[in-house]
Nanobody
């Protein structure tokens, strides 16, 4: 059973930075796509950033609300997924989830972590 564990959340002041990490059982490089989602109280869960392999190499995608402030990356040597968050705003407050997608023998499987809380407040 694949397990994903997020870490790095906490309380930070507006304008501050945090780096979230996602550790997975097995090799992270074996997943087709890895991404970060977030969900604030009363709102739908939304995609924050994604990273995947395309025909021309590694590609990334970001929500408009975080472009220029967040960066998703994978460190194969450390077998970890990261989300660097800079210039944090109160509206970034949410539970952040790591998601992995695997595709084996035509079967697509989604895996989710339990989430880590990020609170941006003075």
């Amino acid at each position: 059973q694949v397990q994903l564990v997020e870490s790095g959340g906490g309380l930070v002041q507006p304008g501050g930075s945090l780096r979230l990490s996602c550790a997975a059982s097995g090799s992270i490089s074996s997943f087709r796509t890895m991404s970060w989602y977030r969900q604030a109280p009363g709102k739908e869960r939304e995609l924050v950033a994604a990273i995947f392999s395309g025909i021309s190499g590694v590609s990334t995608d970001y929500a408009d609300s975080v472009k220029g402030r967040f960066a998703i990356s994978i460190d194969n040597a450390e077998n970890a997924l990261y989300l660097q968050m800079n210039s944090l705003k109160p509206e970034d407050t949410a539970v952040y989830y790591c998601k992995a997608i695997s595709a084996t023998m035509g079967r697509v499987m989604d895996y989710w972590g339990k989430g880590t809380l990020v609170t941006v407040s003075s």
